[in-house]
Protein backbone atom coordinates (compact mmCIF):
# COMPACT_ATOMS: atom_id res chain seq x y z
CA UNK A 1 0.00 0.00 0.00
CA UNK A 2 1.39 3.18 -0.92
CA UNK A 3 1.80 6.02 1.87
CA UNK A 4 3.10 9.71 2.40
CA UNK A 5 4.88 9.49 5.74
CA UNK A 6 6.52 6.62 7.68
CA UNK A 7 6.69 5.99 10.95
CA UNK A 8 8.84 3.64 12.53
CA UNK A 9 7.93 1.57 15.57
CA UNK A 10 9.80 -1.44 15.55
CA UNK A 11 10.96 -2.14 19.19
CA UNK A 12 8.17 -0.10 21.04
CA UNK A 13 5.68 -1.92 22.78
CA UNK A 14 2.10 0.01 23.47
CA UNK A 15 1.20 2.73 23.81
CA UNK A 16 4.63 3.80 22.57
CA UNK A 17 3.29 3.56 18.25
CA UNK A 18 -0.25 4.93 19.57
CA UNK A 19 1.17 7.99 21.11
CA UNK A 20 3.94 8.84 18.47
CA UNK A 21 0.82 8.10 15.96
CA UNK A 22 -1.33 10.87 16.94
CA UNK A 23 1.64 13.16 16.88
CA UNK A 24 3.13 12.46 13.67
CA UNK A 25 -0.65 12.56 12.52
CA UNK A 26 -0.26 16.10 13.24
CA UNK A 27 2.09 16.61 10.30
CA UNK A 28 0.27 15.48 7.28
CA UNK A 29 -1.90 17.44 5.35
CA UNK A 30 -5.61 16.04 5.16
CA UNK A 31 -6.24 12.60 2.76
CA UNK A 32 -2.70 12.03 3.38
CA UNK A 33 -1.94 7.90 4.42
CA UNK A 34 0.51 7.57 7.26
CA UNK A 35 2.23 4.09 7.54
CA UNK A 36 3.14 3.16 10.69
CA UNK A 37 5.94 -0.22 10.95
CA UNK A 38 6.05 -2.13 14.02
CA UNK A 39 6.44 -5.66 15.58
CA UNK A 40 4.42 -5.43 18.80
CA UNK A 41 1.32 -7.41 17.80
CA UNK A 42 -1.17 -5.18 19.91
CA UNK A 43 -0.61 -2.85 16.95
CA UNK A 44 -3.38 -5.28 14.51
CA UNK A 45 -6.01 -4.15 17.42
CA UNK A 46 -4.51 -0.63 18.39
CA UNK A 47 -4.81 0.84 15.21
CA UNK A 48 -8.31 0.40 13.96
CA UNK A 49 -9.30 1.24 17.95
CA UNK A 50 -7.33 4.48 17.68
CA UNK A 51 -9.04 5.08 13.95
CA UNK A 52 -12.29 4.94 15.20
CA UNK A 53 -11.75 7.07 18.26
CA UNK A 54 -9.94 10.26 16.50
CA UNK A 55 -12.32 9.69 13.03
CA UNK A 56 -9.21 8.24 10.64
CA UNK A 57 -9.59 5.98 8.64
CA UNK A 58 -7.83 2.99 9.09
CA UNK A 59 -6.80 1.39 5.32
CA UNK A 60 -5.16 -1.59 6.50
CA UNK A 61 -2.23 -4.04 7.61
CA UNK A 62 0.40 -5.79 5.17
CA UNK A 63 2.96 -7.97 7.35
CA UNK A 64 6.24 -8.88 6.52
CA UNK A 65 8.24 -10.88 8.67
CA UNK A 66 8.91 -9.70 11.58
CA UNK A 67 7.00 -6.05 10.57
CA UNK A 68 3.78 -5.24 10.76
CA UNK A 69 2.99 -1.98 8.51
CA UNK A 70 -0.85 -0.39 9.44
CA UNK A 71 -2.00 2.03 7.68
CA UNK A 72 -4.09 5.41 8.32
CA UNK A 73 -5.60 7.76 6.46
CA UNK A 74 -5.80 11.50 7.46
CA UNK A 75 -9.40 12.48 7.55
CA UNK A 76 -9.71 15.65 8.94
CA UNK A 77 -7.36 18.11 11.52
CA UNK B 1 -20.29 17.45 3.70
CA UNK B 2 -18.97 17.68 7.39
CA UNK B 3 -19.62 14.61 8.97
CA UNK B 4 -21.29 15.58 13.05
CA UNK B 5 -18.31 14.75 14.81
CA UNK B 6 -18.63 16.41 18.27
CA UNK B 7 -16.28 18.77 19.26
CA UNK B 8 -16.48 18.09 23.19
CA UNK B 9 -13.73 15.48 23.37
CA UNK B 10 -14.69 12.60 25.71
CA UNK B 11 -13.65 12.42 29.16
CA UNK B 12 -11.52 9.65 30.85
CA UNK B 13 -10.85 10.16 34.96
CA UNK B 14 -8.28 8.01 36.61
CA UNK B 15 -7.81 8.09 40.48
CA UNK B 16 -4.77 7.24 41.46
CA UNK B 17 -5.20 5.61 44.85
CA UNK B 18 -2.28 3.43 44.98
CA UNK B 19 1.91 4.14 45.35
CA UNK B 20 3.17 1.13 43.69
CA UNK B 21 5.54 1.20 40.73
CA UNK B 22 3.49 -1.31 38.45
CA UNK B 23 0.44 0.28 39.06
CA UNK B 24 1.52 3.70 38.57
CA UNK B 25 2.76 2.44 35.25
CA UNK B 26 -0.92 0.90 34.29
CA UNK B 27 -2.11 4.32 34.67
CA UNK B 28 0.04 6.41 32.67
CA UNK B 29 0.17 3.61 30.20
CA UNK B 30 -3.91 4.19 30.35
CA UNK B 31 -3.68 8.17 30.73
CA UNK B 32 -1.10 8.38 27.47
CA UNK B 33 -3.16 6.10 25.43
CA UNK B 34 -7.03 7.53 25.98
CA UNK B 35 -5.04 10.99 25.11
CA UNK B 36 -3.82 9.62 22.09
CA UNK B 37 -7.01 9.23 21.41
CA UNK B 38 -8.29 12.14 21.46
CA UNK B 39 -9.70 12.03 25.31
CA UNK B 40 -10.11 14.82 27.97
CA UNK B 41 -8.11 12.74 30.83
CA UNK B 42 -7.51 14.15 34.42
CA UNK B 43 -5.84 11.63 36.73
CA UNK B 44 -6.70 12.49 40.55
CA UNK B 45 -3.75 11.34 42.72
CA UNK B 46 -5.19 10.19 46.34
CA UNK B 47 -3.88 9.26 49.60
CA UNK B 48 -0.37 6.41 48.58
CA UNK B 49 -0.79 7.96 44.99
CA UNK B 50 0.55 11.62 46.08
CA UNK B 51 4.19 9.43 46.37
CA UNK B 52 3.76 9.21 42.53
CA UNK B 53 3.81 13.48 41.79
CA UNK B 54 6.33 13.64 45.08
CA UNK B 55 9.57 15.99 44.00
CA UNK B 56 12.27 13.53 44.46
CA UNK B 57 14.75 15.40 46.25
CA UNK B 58 14.54 17.96 49.04
CA UNK B 59 13.25 17.79 52.67
CA UNK B 60 9.19 17.61 53.28
CA UNK B 61 8.41 19.93 56.16
CA UNK B 62 5.17 19.63 57.83
CA UNK B 63 4.11 20.30 61.45
CA UNK B 64 3.29 17.32 63.80
CA UNK B 65 5.29 14.06 64.76
CA UNK B 66 2.91 11.90 63.34
CA UNK B 67 3.02 13.70 60.19
CA UNK B 68 6.73 14.34 60.47
CA UNK B 69 7.27 10.60 61.11
CA UNK B 70 4.94 9.87 58.22
CA UNK B 71 6.52 11.52 55.92
CA UNK B 72 9.70 10.07 56.58
CA UNK B 73 8.95 6.36 56.15
CA UNK B 74 6.48 7.34 53.01
CA UNK B 75 9.14 10.15 51.73
CA UNK B 76 7.60 9.02 47.82
CA UNK B 77 8.89 10.46 44.65
CA UNK B 78 9.21 8.19 41.41
CA UNK B 79 12.62 7.03 42.75
CA UNK B 80 11.42 5.73 45.65
CA UNK B 81 8.30 3.88 44.06
CA UNK B 82 8.10 -0.12 44.47
CA UNK B 83 6.76 -2.79 42.48
CA UNK B 84 3.78 -4.11 44.60
CA UNK B 85 4.88 -7.68 44.78
CA UNK B 86 7.88 -9.15 44.53
CA UNK B 87 10.03 -5.99 45.68
CA UNK B 88 12.38 -8.10 47.18
CA UNK B 89 14.16 -5.65 49.24
CA UNK B 90 14.50 -3.70 46.05
CA UNK B 91 15.83 -6.30 43.53
CA UNK B 92 12.36 -7.08 41.65
CA UNK B 93 11.71 -3.08 41.28
CA UNK B 94 15.60 -3.09 40.00
CA UNK B 95 15.01 -5.82 37.83
CA UNK B 96 11.54 -4.64 36.47
CA UNK B 97 13.01 -1.13 35.57
CA UNK B 98 16.16 -3.46 33.64
CA UNK B 99 13.50 -5.43 31.77
CA UNK B 100 11.19 -2.16 30.87
CA UNK B 101 15.01 -0.49 29.75
CA UNK B 102 15.08 -3.31 27.30
CA UNK B 103 11.62 -3.24 25.71
CA UNK B 104 12.02 0.59 25.18
CA UNK B 105 8.65 0.75 27.48
CA UNK B 106 9.00 4.80 29.25
CA UNK B 107 10.23 5.40 32.87
CA UNK B 108 7.71 6.54 34.84
CA UNK B 109 9.66 9.59 34.87
CA UNK B 110 9.15 9.83 31.06
CA UNK B 111 5.62 9.13 31.26
CA UNK B 112 4.89 12.01 33.40
CA UNK B 113 6.28 14.10 31.47
CA UNK B 114 5.08 12.68 28.22
CA UNK B 115 1.67 12.99 29.55
CA UNK B 116 2.07 16.58 30.54
CA UNK B 117 2.33 17.03 26.83
CA UNK B 118 -0.37 15.55 26.32
CA UNK B 119 -2.49 17.30 27.86
CA UNK B 120 -3.26 15.05 30.44
CA UNK B 121 -4.04 16.92 33.86
CA UNK B 122 -2.65 15.46 37.08
CA UNK B 123 -4.49 16.76 40.30
CA UNK B 124 -3.09 15.81 43.94
CA UNK B 125 -6.02 15.38 46.14
CA UNK B 126 -6.16 18.56 49.05
CA UNK B 127 -7.36 16.45 51.73
CA UNK B 128 -5.00 13.48 51.43
CA UNK B 129 -1.98 16.35 51.32
CA UNK B 130 -3.72 18.17 54.57
CA UNK B 131 -3.82 14.88 56.65
CA UNK B 132 -0.53 13.88 55.48
CA UNK B 133 1.07 17.65 56.03
CA UNK B 134 1.72 17.97 52.47
CA UNK B 135 2.31 21.26 50.79
CA UNK B 136 2.05 22.46 47.71
CA UNK B 137 5.67 22.72 47.07
CA UNK B 138 6.22 19.23 48.27
CA UNK B 139 4.87 18.53 44.75
CA UNK B 140 6.97 17.96 41.15
CA UNK B 141 6.17 20.55 38.75
CA UNK B 142 3.85 18.83 35.91
CA UNK B 143 0.98 18.42 39.27
CA UNK B 144 -1.62 21.00 39.23
CA UNK B 145 -2.87 22.73 42.38
CA UNK B 146 -4.31 20.95 45.17
CA UNK B 147 -7.93 20.38 44.33
CA UNK B 148 -10.79 18.05 46.45
CA UNK B 149 -13.39 15.42 45.78
CA UNK B 150 -15.90 17.73 44.08
CA UNK B 151 -13.40 18.97 41.69
CA UNK B 152 -13.13 15.02 40.82
CA UNK B 153 -16.58 13.88 40.55
CA UNK B 154 -17.33 17.12 38.56
CA UNK B 155 -14.86 15.24 36.05
CA UNK B 156 -16.15 11.76 36.39
CA UNK B 157 -20.29 12.18 36.08
CA UNK B 158 -19.10 13.81 32.90
CA UNK B 159 -16.95 10.89 31.77
CA UNK B 160 -17.23 8.36 29.47
CA UNK B 161 -14.44 6.32 31.18
CA UNK B 162 -13.53 6.36 35.11
CA UNK B 163 -11.30 4.07 36.64
CA UNK B 164 -9.47 3.37 40.09
CA UNK B 165 -6.34 2.55 40.48
Known amino acids: ?77 | MADSVSEEKEKLTIVVFSGDLDRALAAFMLATTGASMGMDVTMFFTFWGLNILKKNEGGIKSQGLMRRMLNFVNRGGTKRLKMSKFNMFGLGTWMMKRLMKEINMPSIDEFISMAQQMGVKMVPCSTSCGMMGLPEDAFREEALSLTGAAFFLGEARESKVTLFI
Not at chain 1, 18 to 44: H, W
Open chain 1, 1 to 77: MQADQTLDCMGLYCPMPIVKTADKIKSLKTGEVLEVVADDPGIRQDMPAWSKATGHEFLGIEEAGKEIKVYVKKTHD
